[in-house]
């Protein structure tokens, strides 16, 4: 196929507050794209200017409505015109020289494909144990993927077929649009190719705990969204959650008020510790089981405001 016949690509960049890092990511994609769409989510910072200076289109979004990442790239995506290709960024991402040309190669080789994406690293992994978190849970196997994450290529066609993001989740938005897309016979893929560059700015403790707990939210709400499909979108996760962060711990308690040696059932998290250690460095490992913890809170507050009505606001770690 020649490049004259090749599929445009425009791209959707999402943020708030972000400052020079908005500024950044709308330069790595300046030459890349034909449309650059920036959505603002009620910045203070200048940021809606200090886009539009760089030649992007910006929407600012209605902040009186409740905000989600999902809501934000809606509104990007109802911007775009065409059957092309939308490559979707966060905004304290940078999009790495040539990965649009490769991504979009890609996905013209293989049509049965609908979203590609590729490695995303942390700018500064080494800046705090959280930043070296976030950066090994981007490293996923190459390959066909159950999912991709905030940063992908994606084909507009595919997107308007399952009618684009849930506008209503606070987290989890793009593994559950991939399970809507696969339902519908298409492909994700993740491709051995430097993405973009992230920068969490994660070096607080409590900025760990939100973003976890709010995977633990995610991880119920998919399952309860998808769960009784055949892929069993994020129950496992869900299940795993409750037991480490919720079940065990009460029953080891109640346990313990009728036989108080029962407490030593703790010892099966010393255990469980021990063999996460056998597979991952000690720090990862100790994080992994308090993170369940976490993500319990997340689940049962999910199940709480599923019963009363309620919905819950986006929790933001930054």
């Not at 800046?127 to 905030?150: H, I, M, Q």
């Not at 496992?236 to 040696?261: D, N, Q, S, Y």
């Not at 703790?266 to 255990?271: G, I, M, Q, S």
């Amino acid at each position: 196929m020649s490049s004259k016949t090749l599929p445009k690509v425009d791209a959707v960049v999402i943020g708030r507050n972000e400052g020079e890092r908005l500024l950044t990511c709308l330069r790595s994609l300046q030459d890349a794209v034909d449309q650059l769409v920036y959505v603002d989510s009620g910045s203070t910072d200048g940021s809606v200017d200090a886009a539009r200076a760089l030649g992007a289109e910006v929407v600012e979004l209605d902040m009186s409505r409740p905000f989600t990442a999902a809501r934000a790239r809606n509104a990007g995506l109802a911007q775009l015109t065409g059957d092309g290709l939308v490559q979707f960024v966060d905004g304290d991402c940078e999009v790495v020289p040539g990965w649009i040309t490769v991504a979009r190669q890609f996905l013209v080789a293989n049509p049965e494909v609908a979203v590609v994406c590729g490695r995303r690293r942390e700018r500064a992994p080494e800046a705090s144990l959280y930043n070296r978190f976030c950066d090994a849970e981007w490293d996923t196997p190459v390959g066909e993927a159950k999912a991709c994450g905030g940063d992908a290529l994606m084909r507009l066609a595919a997107l308007r077929q399952v009618g684009g993001y849930r506008d209503d989740l606070i987290a989890g938005e793009e593994p559950e649009m991939c399970v809507r897309l696969r339902a519908g016979g298409w492909r994700i893929w993740r491709i051995d190719e430097e993405m973009t560059l992230h920068d969490a700015q994660m070096f607080k403790f409590r900025q760990w705990w939100k973003r976890t707990r709010r995977a633990g939210h995610a991880f119920a709400e998919g399952a309860a969204l998808h769960g009784s499909t055949p892929e069993r979108h994020w129950v496992k996760e869900t299940r795993r959650a409750l037991i480490w962060g919720a079940g065990l711990p009460i029953a080891i308690f109640l346990a313990a008020v009728i036989w108080p040696p029962a407490l030593l059932g703790f010892a099966t998290y010393l255990l469980q510790f021990a063999r996460l250690a056998r597979k991952m460095p000690i720090p990862e490992a100790a994080f992994s089981l308090l993170g369940k913890f976490a993500e319990a809170q997340g689940a049962l507050e999910f199940y709480k405001n599923r019963l009363t009505g309620q919905r819950r606001e986006i929790l933001e770690y930054k």
